[in-house]
């Protein structure tokens, strides 16, 4: 890990932007930063933020959305939490809390602005990127310079992967693994046929080029 990338990582883990000097309401909580990241690691996965049980764990993805992922990605939970090889990079750091309906709610706004833009100068070597949520893809999109494609619905998005799938980085987004999206799944069984299998080969290429390297 360069040395510039493991302080900036000291820097996230210490971070308490959103309690002290929050955009808006302050996290109702101590903040507990999670990314998982290195400097040789190929892949990257965008999402939007921990969940309660990923906040008590302390681990990203440890909860039936993870299950779920690992499963689209062919991939099993010590190679999935290598760091040297996948990066996990959530828009929010943190859980950003429940709303009155006992809802998560948004990443919170502080961790992009302050954060985002440095850790991806330090990641040379991500060769593709999995996005996942509303949020992600925004920032992401915004990113690459495809905010035309925000307004269009998360199926059609989807449904062309390859166009994204051929871009460097390449680009795969993805519906969200909750299980609240299983409805999706069941509405788009060419997900799973389609763009499962041709996700797992861009994962399984990008892991095995890294452990060659």
Request: a positive charge.
């Amino acid at each position: 890990m360069k040395p510039d990338l493991a302080a900036l990582l000291e820097s996230i883990r210490a971070c308490r932007i959103c309690r002290d000097e929050p955009q808006g309401s302050p996290l109702p909580h101590e903040p507990r930063p999670m990314l998982q990241v290195s400097s040789t690691a190929r892949l990257a996965i965008c999402g939007q933020a921990p969940g309660v049980r990923v906040h008590n764990t302390g681990l990203p993805f440890n909860d039936p959305s993870g299950d779920r992922l690992r499963a689209w990605l062919g991939l099993d939970r010590e190679t999935f939490y290598d760091a040297s090889r996948l990066a996990i990079l959530p828009m929010g750091f943190c859980f950003p809390g429940l709303d009155e309906r006992k809802a998560d709610l948004p990443p919170r706004r502080e961790c992009a602005s302050q954060w985002h833009a440095q850790i991806f100068a330090l990641l040379p070597r991500i060769e593709t990127i999995l996005i996942t949520g509303s949020h992600a893809r925004a920032w992401h999109f915004s990113r690459f310079g495809l905010e035309q494609r925000l307004r269009e619905p998360l199926t059609q998005t989807v449904r062309d992967w390859r166009l994204f799938a051929a871009m460097r980085p390449a680009l795969y987004p993805l519906p969200h693994p909750s299980w609240r999206n299983s409805h999706w799944l069941k509405r788009n069984p060419w997900f799973e046929s389609e763009v499962v299998p041709a996700l797992k080969a861009e994962v399984a290429r990008a892991m095995n080029r890294q452990a060659t390297d």
